[in-house]
Structure formats: structure tokens, C-alpha cells
């Protein structure tokens, strides 16, 4: 059995379920444990809404489609190549072309740098706290279990706990409208926009994300960007265009807070890599993941003892030399 058939047999056993690509290639390597993970090219038989061509999987030619149709559904080719041309062309928006991406914005961008040589971590929560500024636990987005929450780092644990493994099944409106406060807080424009994002605001489509992701996440750079992608199909209050970045990572970090890095403006002028819409770009995305993770693992010693993840704190810190130079 190759590669192609050992995917298809996993995805025939969703067939009528909504399916990710990393649920795929966790539910691949269980199945299949010997398996080297690079080779198993999951994303390969989704048809995803950047994708700009077929496919090289030979079990999905055979079938005359996409095994993931565009909504997320395994239907095994039933949608066929929904007006996608059947031959691959290495044009971008497949896996190949997020790899060429991520390698083009290498090129052309500076190095990302570590500007945390030295950096006081024994102060950074005491330091975080008092550069918070604008949040207010009476804010009128603060509601059930939220309301009343005391400072942004308690309303983070708070956030980050309904969001365990445990608990995830549980998120609901006041949830996703908190997380949209703790993110937004500090820029009163963006915040004017909560309440009316949160009046389209299914909590279906956030039940049905809760349901199609996987309990735990591995360091895998592809993974992260296929989530990333996934999470527009679900049109969440400000999450809907492919250039809502900072807001979708922020979403997945708190769903994994040990794996995924919040991105956004001030981290990327922090390692020196901001220009105009950086912000919004997949490839720098596909750039700063790894560069993130290579700061907790070098700073890991100074990174013990904390409520926080290691990539919480990196995000923090990168916030505070930016914000205030420390």
C-alpha cells in the first residue's frame, strides 16, 4: 500500500465528516507509525479555498476529485475538482506553493533576530501588567464567567482553560467575545467593531471548529498554516478574510497555547521583519512560527516556573521590547 492509499483509507472512514488535514496526518501516524511524517503531504487531498490547482495524489485523479471537498467534507471526490484544473501546476496556494512562499518571503526579508539577549525574565509578568493599559474588567464584552475579570493576564488563564481539552466542547458566545476583547483591547477602533461582529456570531460554526481540530498540535509548520486557512471557512467574527492573521493565530494560540505563536504587528518589528500589511502575509506567518519556537527553545532555562508557556512568554517579552524597550 503507497502513500496515496494509506491516506484514502483513513479519509474513507470519514467519509461524510468534517476533516483537517492535521487530523489526518495524526489519525496517519497513529495508523501508520513508521511512517516518516514529511513524506504524508496531508493537505494534498483537501481542496482548499487558496488552492489553485489539482493535486498529486493518485488515489484522488482516480476518484475525479478532492477527497476533502471545499467546505471541509470528506466526500471522496464527489465535488469533483470544483472548476480547479485536475493537472498540478506548481502556481501557489497548495502546500508546495506555501513552502515556496515561506522560502520567497525568506529571500526577500531580512533575518529575524533575537532581540531577547539579556532580556530580565524574572520582571517580565510584574513589567507585562503595568504596560497593559486600556483594559477594563468592566468592559461590556466581559460577560457570564468573564465579567469582572481583574487584569489581561487573568483573563488569558481564564481563556486559556475554558479552551483545554477538557473543557473545549464547552465554548460558546461569551468565550469567543472575550478572546476577541483580550486581543483588541489596547486599540479602541478595534473594539468598537465587537459588538457588532458578535451579532452575526454563530455558535455552531465555533462548535463545529471545537469538533473538526485535534486535541494536541505538533510543532509542524504546514499543520499551523492549514489551521490557519480552516478557520475561514467557519466565518468567525473577525476572522473572515484571509488577511485576519493576528486574530486567527490568536485564536489557535489559545487553543494551543504550547505550540502556536500569536502574530502580529508588534512581534514582527520586534525581530526587525515589519513592513507594510507583514501582518498579513502567510509567508512571514510561515517564517515567524519556527522562529518563535527557536526563542523558547534558547531561552528555555529563564522560562520555568510560570503559569504562561514558554511561547506565551516569548510573545510577551517580544511585546514588551517593542512596546517599551526593555
Same mark, same amino acid.
Given at each position: 500500500?503507497?502513500?496515496?492509499?494509506k491516506?484514502?483509507?483513513?479519509l474513507?472512514?470519514?467519509r461524510?465528516?468534517?476533516f483537517t488535514?492535521a487530523?489526518?496526518?495524526a489519525?496517519?501516524l497513529?495508523?501508520?507509525?513508521?511512517?516518516?511524517p514529511?513524506?504524508?503531504?496531508?493537505?494534498?487531498?483537501?481542496n482548499?479555498?487558496?488552492?489553485?490547482?489539482g493535486?498529486?495524489?493518485n488515489?484522488? #485523479?482516480?476518484?475525479?476529485g478532492?477527497a476533502?471537498?471545499?467546505?471541509?467534507?470528506?466526500? =471522496?471526490g464527489?465535488?469533483?475538482?470544483?472548476g480547479?484544473?485536475?493537472?498540478?501546476?506548481?502556481?501557489?496556494?497548495? #502546500?508546495?506553493?506555501?513552502?515556496?512562499?515561506?522560502?520567497?518571503?525568506? !529571500?526577500?526579508?531580512?533575518? =529575524?533576530?533575537?532581540?531577547?539577549?539579556?532580556?530580565?525574565?524574572?520582571?517580565?509578568?510584574?513589567?507585562?501588567?503595568?504596560?497593559?493599559r486600556?483594559f477594563?474588567s468592566l468592559?461590556?464584552h466581559?460577560r457570564?464567567?468573564?465579567?469582572?475579570t481583574?487584569?489581561?493576564?487573568?483573563l488569558?488563564?481564564?481563556?486559556?482553560a475554558?479552551?483545554?481539552?477538557?473543557?473545549?466542547?464547552?465554548l460558546g @458566545?461569551?468565550?469567543?467575545?472575550?478572546l476577541?476583547y483580550?486581543?483588541?483591547?489596547?486599540?479602541?477602533a478595534?473594539?468598537?467593531?465587537?459588538?457588532g461582529w458578535?451579532?452575526?456570531?454563530a455558535?455552531s460554526?465555533?462548535?463545529?471548529?471545537?469538533?473538526?481540530? #485535534?486535541?494536541?498540535?505538533?510543532r509542524?509548520?504546514?499543520?499551523?498554516?492549514? !489551521?490557519?486557512?480552516l478557520i475561514?471557512?467557519?466565518?468567525?467574527?473577525g476572522t473572515? @478574510?484571509? #488577511?485576519?492573521?493576528?486574530?486567527?493565530?490568536t485564536?489557535l494560540?489559545?487553543?494551543?497555547?504550547?505550540?502556536v505563536?500569536?502574530? +502580529?504587528?508588534?512581534?514582527?518589528?520586534?525581530?526587525?521583519?515589519?513592513?507594510t500589511?507583514?501582518?498579513q502575509d =502567510?509567508?512571514?506567518?510561515?517564517?515567524?512560527?519556527?522562529?518563535?519556537?527557536a526563542?523558547?527553545?534558547?531561552?528555555?532555562a529563564h522560562?520555568t516556573?510560570?503559569?504562561?508557556?514558554?511561547?506565551?512568554?516569548? +510573545? =510577551?517579552?517580544?511585546? !514588551?521590547?517593542r512596546?517599551?524597550g526593555y
Amino acid at each position: 500500500m503507497n502513500i496515496f492509499q494509506k491516506r484514502h483509507r483513513i479519509l474513507e472512514k470519514h467519509r461524510g465528516d468534517r476533516f483537517t488535514p492535521a487530523q489526518l496526518k495524526a489519525e496517519f501516524l497513529n495508523t501508520f507509525p513508521d511512517v516518516n511524517p514529511s513524506s504524508i503531504n496531508a493537505a494534498d487531498c483537501f481542496n482548499t479555498p487558496s488552492k489553485k490547482a489539482g493535486c498529486t495524489c493518485n488515489e484522488c #485523479t482516480k476518484l475525479g476529485g478532492f477527497a476533502v471537498n471545499r467546505d471541509g467534507i470528506v466526500d =471522496m471526490g464527489a465535488s469533483g475538482w470544483s472548476g480547479i484544473s485536475s493537472v498540478y501546476k506548481p502556481t501557489g496556494g497548495t #502546500t508546495a506553493g506555501t513552502q515556496r512562499a515561506v522560502g520567497d518571503a525568506a !529571500l526577500s526579508q531580512p533575518r =529575524m533576530t533575537d532581540p531577547l539577549s539579556g532580556f530580565d525574565w524574572n520582571r517580565v509578568c510584574a513589567r507585562y501588567d503595568a504596560a497593559c493599559r486600556g483594559f477594563s474588567s468592566l468592559s461590556p464584552h466581559l460577560r457570564g464567567q468573564y465579567a469582572g475579570t481583574s487584569s489581561d493576564r487573568a483573563l488569558y488563564y481564564k481563556l486559556v482553560a475554558s479552551a483545554s481539552q477538557r473543557r473545549r466542547a464547552q465554548l460558546g @458566545t461569551d468565550w469567543y467575545e472575550a478572546l476577541l476583547y483580550w486581543k483588541l483591547y489596547s486599540q479602541p477602533a478595534a473594539v468598537s467593531n465587537i459588538s457588532g461582529w458578535m451579532r452575526s456570531f454563530a455558535p455552531s460554526s465555533l462548535d463545529s471548529l471545537s469538533a473538526g481540530i #485535534t486535541p494536541t498540535l505538533p510543532r509542524d509548520v504546514r499543520d499551523i498554516l492549514a !489551521l490557519v486557512e480552516l478557520i475561514g471557512r467557519y466565518q468567525l467574527p473577525g476572522t473572515k @478574510t484571509s #488577511t485576519s492573521l493576528p486574530l486567527r493565530t490568536t485564536l489557535l494560540h489559545v487553543l494551543y497555547p504550547d505550540v502556536v505563536p500569536i502574530f +502580529d504587528q508588534m512581534v514582527l518589528k520586534a525581530v526587525g521583519s515589519w513592513y507594510t500589511a507583514a501582518k498579513q502575509d =502567510m509567508g512571514v506567518l510561515g517564517r515567524y512560527i519556527p522562529h518563535a519556537w527557536a526563542l523558547a527553545d534558547r531561552h528555555t532555562a529563564h522560562l520555568t516556573g510560570f503559569q504562561e508557556t514558554p511561547i506565551r512568554l516569548i +510573545d =510577551m517579552g517580544l511585546w !514588551l521590547v517593542r512596546n517599551l524597550g526593555y
